[in-house]
């Protein structure tokens, strides 16, 4: 995801020097079929776009986009298409009434989504977020001021595992995903899984206790759950 330059149309409303925010491939130069050209986007309707969702063959307009500032386009990159994960797994926690839980477990708490999510959670009031990442990491987690408390892997034994949670996992290890399961049992109302920032780690986890481990595709909420500002921005 990034900003790229239209160089070349064919299309009468696409104009050459439009900066452009979307999905591209790892190179210097995209030849697309546009279409569905708006004013805030346009989109890739070539075939072979057609399997995937929307958003990825989406452009959004920087003229049509009030936040767009040229000097800051390094950092809308990063934090753009995290954060907007982030909402969108808070709005679905939210949609579907925190699925009867009263907290959040969010793993790799130290993550850029992670706190994203944990921002979202703490802004929205619904629940409690306990942020759980390595010995290293917790000052750092603490500090942020958006985790009600913040444990590490190893001390998932010391969470209160008689109260109802919900769990996005952004760590991606099986072991963690395994301990918490076994922790809560029937407690663990949803678990949500979405990164792998213990890749190395990732395996099998089959037959755990409590809510079935799924993984978030954020096209199955964005259609009914992004507002005009996650479409535009």
């Known amino acids: 995801m990034g900003w790229g330059e239209v160089i ?6 696409i104009k050459i020097g439009e900066r452009v925010w979307g999905f591209f491939p790892f190179s210097t130069h995209l030849k697309i079929l546009a ?19 929307p958003v990825y063959a989406r452009f959004d307009r920087a003229s049509a986009n009030p936040l767009y500032d040229a000097a800051r386009e390094d950092q809308d990159s990063l934090l753009r298409g995290l954060f907007l994960t982030s909402w969108l797994v808070e709005d679905f926690m939210h949609m579907h009434k925190s699925f009867g839980a009263s907290t959040c477990l969010i793993t790799s708490a130290s993550s850029k989504t ?5 921002h979202c959670v703490k802004k929205r009031g619904d629940m409690r977020s306990v942020g759980i990442t390595s010995k290293g990491n917790v000052a750092f987690c603490e500090s942020l001021g958006y985790y ?13 595992a008689t109260q ?13 995903l395994s301990d918490l399961h076994h922790h809560y049992r029937d407690n663990m109302k949803h678990s949500c899984r979405i990164g792998a920032t213990h890749y190395e780690e990732m395996g099998a986890v089959d037959n755990l206790p409590g809510a079935t481990p799924e993984f978030f ?3 199955r909420t964005y259609r009914r759950a992004a507002p005009n500002w996650a479409r535009s921005n």
């Open 8 to 13: 070349a149309s064919a299309h009468p409303g």
């Open 35 to 53: 279409g569905n050209s708006r004013v805030e986007q346009f989109q890739d309707i070539s075939a072979h776009r057609a399997q995937y969702a």
């Open 114 to 118: 992670s706190i994203a999510l944990a």
């Open 148 to 160: 009600d408390e913040v444990v590490t892997y190893d001390a998932i034994a010391s969470l209160d």
């Open 164 to 176: 109802p949670v919900v769990m996005v996992d952004m760590a991606g290890s099986a072991a963690v």
């Open 217 to 219: 595709f954020a096209r």
